[in-house]
């Protein structure tokens, strides 16, 4: 019997586990998962984690294929010459094919004073100490949520709802993927949950001080916890690895999610940069991106032409607090549409969303190469198009 292919999958969220599950599909293929950290965290709860109504983590056992091996340890170098991955702790891993899917986090603040007195969101380490920052805080104390995106609406929603005297800062519009009807609607839930808003440039965040925020249009306002809900980072892995990186810091790939630098190398969520086009960032997204990476893998061993990235992103939710939300439905060009579901009616597609991100994993872990998704066919090749067609 023949060596088996050896494939690693750096990274153990959305992307890297349903990479992971599908790669299994074939006997001849040993698969590695390399994380930090001994359970999976569903993103999707993290604000609930701070709110106090949900833990946010799941055991890997529930998630990840029988046949995939966990290393529980962290990355610092990918040698592409030799594959090999180096680790923190325990040396390092040979492959024969690599999977990037180390996702994003806490973005770099560099308004003077965050980094210092904001507190992040992003990861469930910042979740969790921002939830013991909130327990040493009486209820009264002025709490300011800076982001006005789904993560910063659903923190501040979520602490509304629990008593906490929330303002959620948007820097610009308020959901800036919603439709205008349904901004309307958010704008009404956050009131109706007694969070105070503020929108437009104005609301720019320039500074925050220990027990202050500073806006752009000279407004100071009262802050004895600052959440930083806006932005994101992806990790320099790729970058130190001496592989080519978007702005941002995402691996730059084609349309099979290949990297540009080594055709080994495929990298699938909110780390990679498919032509420099990335997709919107989701758990959605990072599930489907995850899916087609270990399908290019897949097709490599098989010694076929890998297939170009086909998806279609259908819809956006967010929830505010535990009793309503906002599902909009979105064109296959990932705009919104006139179309949206509120109430509990949003609040219930909300939830589905948020369990069906963590089912995709399980579904696939228990029928490897079962996960399908809606595809596009048009906008993306429109897209790519546009972005390399000359200047007139």
Known sequence: ???????????????????????VQRDDVAVTLINPRPVFVPRLRLHQLVGG??????????????????????????????????????????????????????????????????YPVATLEAAQ??????????????????????????????????????????????????????????????????ADLLEGPGSAVVEVRRDAVELADGRTLTSRITIW?????VPDLAARSGLRTDSAGRLLTDETLTSTDDERIVAAGDCSAPSDL????????????????????LQRIAGQQPAPIDLSLPAMCI??????????LGRKDDTALPLYFTGIAGKKLKEVACESSVKHLVTEA?????????KDGKHRPALLAAQTAPIA
């Open 129 to 194: 100490r921002l939830r013991e920052a909130l327990f040493d805080a009486p209820s009264p104390a002025a709490v300011t949520v800076i982001g006005g995106g789904p993560s910063g609406i659903e923190t501040a929603a979520e602490l509304a709802e629990r008593g906490r005297d929330v303002t959620l800062v948007c820097g610009g519009d308020l959901g800036p993927y919603l439709h205008p009807k349904a901004r309307r609607t958010a704008r009404k839930y956050l009131a109706k949950l007694g």
């Open 278 to 297: 990335p997709f919107r960032m989701s758990a959605y997204a990072a599930g489907c991106l995850g899916a087609h990476a270990a399908d290019t893998v």
């Open 229 to 233: 809900a806006a932005g994101f980072g």
């Open 53 to 118: 109504t949900h833990d946010a983590v799941l055991d890997y056992t529930d998630v990840l294929a029988k046949g995939v091996r966990l290393v529980l340890d962290t990355a610092t170098r990918i040698d592409a010459a030799k594959r090999r991955v180096q680790l923190a702790e325990t040396g390092s891993i040979g492959y024969d094919h690599l999977v990037y899917a180390v996702g994003s986090g806490n973005p770099v603040l560099q308004v003077p004073g965050a980094a210092e007195f904001a």
């Open 319 to 328: 929830s505010f607090g535990r009793n309503t939300g906002i599902f909009q």
């Open 366 to 374: 228990r029928k490897p190469g079962s996960h399908h998704w809606p």
């Open 1 to 23: 019997m023949g060596a088996k292919t050896d494939v690693v999958v750096v990274g153990g969220g959305y992307a890297g586990v349903m990479a992971a599950n599908r790669l």
